[in-house]
């Protein structure tokens, strides 16, 4: 048999008979396999075999790129010659057998690692929200160094930058209002937080007896002054009285009728229903005789201070008084610090409610009875316009057996008319101060000057900010005195580097119920308040004698108020009274 060469098989073999897979017109070209395509595909390299490992790898940004593509006529159509293997060779991986350090890399300062958010290249840890914290720290206590981590999911090191010497800035150690002696006994400890949850609803009061005048208002303050005619604020010598409770000569009267069992005066009263709201330490005296009560205050106390931006973030500081203490930018001769602030807003206030009367003897109101506190034989300064109004508040509850009555001292400024009946309408004039807008401590407040015609709303809410106790106890002493207007007046320094010379800029009234919502303020919370301390010192057990003393006292640096029982003889002597805080050097500076 002849053997068989493959070219002999080659060239039996008959052309028109055909093998391999099916020629379809759609994809030949004259006979030539293609990938079809767009005309607006960009034509790259004629063949690609590598496309789809390098979309799988690209990923991130350009993973919806192949998506958007897929939506072209012919895109992503070389696959028609890519090979189908029996196994996905993705699978394989490189095995290491290096040995690794154990010595683990420490991120960040100080060798801590810096967990950071969202944004961050090469982070360990990714954190929705941006919320920055070294490792082993609490995560609701944000590190605040010289960078600023906050919550807004910003990039890592780029957030807002504080000034070069606020990553060392010092927790502020304020001074007690009083000093607390080893023979006081504590006798109760409340939060804020539990003090805030009372409530006693009481009604609107009833007035006892009347006493002083009062001048009419000058309305012309009313009128948004004229530029470059600011009025100056004046210094005027008027005998003005703040008789404590205990030694109000009228009080002790009504104690005798037994009119009621609790005894105080507005500013006392109004500093424990806005307790809650107090940042700077304070304390109040409280007399236990029998069944009565007064609430008192100690000679030079802080309640008769006007703080200045007692509640804004950045409160103004005290002068440093230690070298080298982290408080040291703070000049010790500097007048914006919060002792010195104080002082120049009680005289402002002081002098404000002189100024914007009418003095005529002709046109004033006269109460029933004259001010029991003159002594016309005595003074020689006129009489300054005040009306006191002794009015009387039902704290009972339910329970009670006998009823709890208060009668609380209040006071009132000036009367004006009724542009529409005509009646008189009883007004307090209070006056919020500017010192310097641009200087530590103003707490964001605008320029008063520029921008308190046309932002007027602006300026009141930064005020209800950054003085939210202070507006608290003057709405609480209008609402108390029974008040139809409460007028706020808008002094400012002449100078913003003196604190001697002051102009009136603005004055406004306000409705003082509708302004204590504004606030936020409720009149029940406080009288819940007051009840609460009041059922203490009814609590405790007298010894051999009926007479108890109580001392009130808000931390200095924390949210709470103690009650401490001290002896009788406490604060009868006048070394005894002063204390090493803002009530000493009120003294000292007078």
Same mark, same amino acid.
């Not at 006892?208 to 208002?217: A, M, T």
């Not at 009128?223 to 005619?229: F, R």
């Given at each position: 048999?002849?053997?068989?060469? /493959?070219?002999?098989?080659?060239?039996g073999?008959d /052309?028109?008979?055909?093998?391999g897979p099916?020629t379809?017109?759609?994809?030949?070209?004259?006979?030539?396999?293609?990938?079809?395509?767009?005309?607006?595909d960009?034509l790259?390299?004629? +063949?690609?075999?590598t496309?789809?490992?390098?979309?799988r790898?690209?990923?991130?940004?350009y993973?919806?790129?192949?998506?958007?593509?897929?939506?072209?006529?012919?895109?992503?159509?070389s696959s028609?010659?890519?090979?189908?293997?029996?196994?996905d060779?993705?699978s394989?991986?490189v095995?290491?057998?290096?040995?690794?350090?154990?010595?683990?890399?420490a991120?960040?300062?100080?060798?801590?690692t810096?967990?950071?958010?969202?944004?961050q290249?090469?982070?360990?840890?990714?954190g929705?929200?941006?919320?920055?914290?070294?490792?082993?720290?609490?995560?609701?206590?944000?590190?605040t160094?010289?960078?600023y981590?906050?919550?807004?999911g910003?990039?890592g090191?780029?957030?807002?930058?504080?000034g070069?010497?606020?990553y060392?800035k010092?927790?502020?150690?304020?001074?007690?209002?009083?000093?607390?002696?080893p023979?006081?006994?504590?006798?109760?400890?409340?939060?804020?937080n539990?003090?805030?949850?009372?409530?006693?609803?009481?009604?609107?009061?009833?007035d006892?007896?009347?006493?002083?005048? /009062?001048?009419?208002?000058d309305?012309?303050?009313d009128?948004?002054?004229?530029?470059?005619?600011e009025?100056?604020?004046?210094?005027?010598?008027?005998?003005a009285?703040?008789?404590?409770?205990?030694s109000?000569?009228i009080v002790q009267?009504?104690?005798e009728?037994?009119?009621?069992?609790?005894?105080?005066?507005?500013?006392?009263?109004?500093?424990?229903?806005c307790?809650?709201?107090s940042?700077y330490?304070?304390?109040?005296?409280?007399?236990?005789?029998?069944?009565?009560?007064?609430?008192?205050?100690?000679?030079?106390?802080?309640?008769?201070?006007?703080?200045?931006?007692?509640?804004?973030?950045d409160?103004?500081?005290e002068?440093?008084t230690?070298?080298?203490a982290?408080?040291?930018s703070?000049?010790?001769?500097?007048?914006?610090?919060?002792?010195?602030?104080?002082l120049e807003a009680?005289?402002?206030?002081?002098?404000?409610a /002189?100024?914007?009367?009418?003095?005529?003897?002709?046109?004033?109101?006269d109460l029933?009875?004259?001010?029991?506190?003159?002594n016309?034989a005595?003074?020689?300064e006129?009489?300054?316009?005040?009306a006191y109004?002794?009015?009387?508040f039902d704290?009972? !509850?339910?329970k009670?057996?006998?009823?709890?009555?208060?009668?609380?001292?209040?006071?009132?400024?000036?009367?004006?008319?009724?542009?529409?009946?005509?009646?008189?309408?009883?007004?307090? !004039?209070?006056?919020?101060?500017?010192?310097?807008?641009?200087a530590?401590?103003?707490?964001g407040a605008?320029?008063?000057?520029s921008k308190?015609?046309?932002?007027?709303?602006?300026?009141?809410?930064t005020?209800?900010?950054n003085?939210s106790c202070?507006?608290?106890?003057?709405?609480?002493?209008?609402?108390l005195a029974?008040?139809?207007?409460?007028?706020?007046?808008?002094?400012s320094r002449?100078n913003?580097?003196?604190?001697?010379n002051?102009?009136v800029?603005?004055?406004?009234g306000?409705k003082?119920?509708e302004?204590?919502?504004?606030?936020?303020?409720?009149?029940?919370?406080?009288?819940?308040?007051?009840?609460t301390?009041?059922d203490?010192?009814?609590?405790?057990?007298?010894?051999?004698?009926d007479?108890?003393?109580f001392? !009130?006292?808000?931390d200095?640096?924390?949210?709470v108020?103690?009650l401490?029982e001290?002896?009788?003889?406490?604060?009868?002597?006048?070394e005894?009274?002063?204390?090493?805080g803002?009530a000493?050097e009120? +003294?000292?500076?007078e």
């Open positions: 048999m002849a053997s068989v060469t /493959l070219a002999d098989s080659i060239q073999l /052309l028109n008979d055909e093998w099916e379809v017109t759609s994809t030949t070209l004259e006979g030539v396999p293609y990938a079809p395509f767009s005309k607006g960009k790259g390299r004629m +063949a690609d075999w496309v789809d490992s390098k979309d790898e690209r990923g991130g940004r993973a919806n790129r192949g998506y958007r593509d897929q939506q072209v006529y012919g895109a992503g159509t028609l010659f890519a090979v189908q293997v029996a196994e060779e993705g394989f991986s095995v290491d057998n290096t040995r690794t350090s154990t010595k683990a890399r991120f960040g300062r100080g060798g801590g810096v967990f950071r958010g969202r944004g290249r090469g982070s360990a840890q990714r929705r929200g941006g919320t920055y914290q070294r490792a082993g720290q609490n995560r609701a206590a944000p590190q160094g010289d960078r981590y906050d919550n807004r910003g990039r090191n780029r957030g807002r930058r504080f070069g010497k606020d060392d010092p927790q502020r150690n304020r001074d007690s209002s009083v000093n607390i002696r023979d006081w006994s504590m006798k109760e400890e409340i939060d804020f539990r003090l805030l949850k009372l409530n006693l609803e009481t009604s609107d009061g009833e006892i007896d009347s006493y002083g005048f /009062l001048y009419y208002y309305r012309s303050y009128k948004p002054p004229v530029k470059n005619t009025r100056k604020l004046m210094s005027l010598d008027r005998a009285y703040n008789v404590t409770t205990s109000d000569p009267d009504l104690a009728k037994d009119e009621a069992t609790i005894f105080a005066t507005s500013d006392i009263l109004s500093m424990v229903m307790s809650t709201r940042v330490s304070w304390d109040i005296v409280i007399v236990k005789q029998g069944n009565k009560i007064f609430l008192d205050k100690r000679p030079d106390s802080s309640i008769d201070l006007v703080t200045v931006n007692e509640n804004a973030a409160a103004p500081m002068a440093d230690q070298p080298g982290n408080q040291a703070v000049k010790a001769d500097s007048i914006n610090t919060p002792t010195n602030l104080a009680t005289i402002i206030n002081h002098n404000f /002189l100024q914007t009367v009418i003095e005529s003897p002709s046109s004033k109101l029933p009875s004259p001010n029991p506190f003159y016309a005595e003074e020689t006129p009489l300054a316009s005040k109004k002794y009015r009387r704290l009972s !509850l339910e009670d057996e006998e009823p709890l009555h208060l009668i609380v001292r209040t006071e009132l400024d000036a009367i004006v008319k009724n542009n529409i009946s005509g009646e008189d309408q009883f007004l307090t !004039l209070k006056a919020l101060n500017e010192f310097d807008h641009k530590q401590g103003a707490g605008l320029d008063w000057r308190l015609t046309s932002q007027r709303g602006a300026a009141i809410a005020e209800m900010k003085n202070k507006l608290a106890r003057w709405t609480t002493q209008a609402i029974k008040a139809d207007i409460m007028k706020l007046g808008f002094v002449a913003p580097k003196s604190s001697a002051h102009v800029l603005s004055v406004l306000y003082p119920r302004f204590a919502s504004q606030m936020n303020l409720s009149l029940s919370n406080g009288w819940g308040i007051v009840r301390i009041v203490l010192v009814r609590g405790m057990r007298a010894g051999e004698s007479a108890q003393k001392v !009130l006292v808000k200095p640096n924390k949210p108020v103690r401490y001290v002896p009788m003889s406490t604060f009868e002597e006048d005894d009274g002063l204390a090493t803002p000493t009120r +003294a000292e500076a």
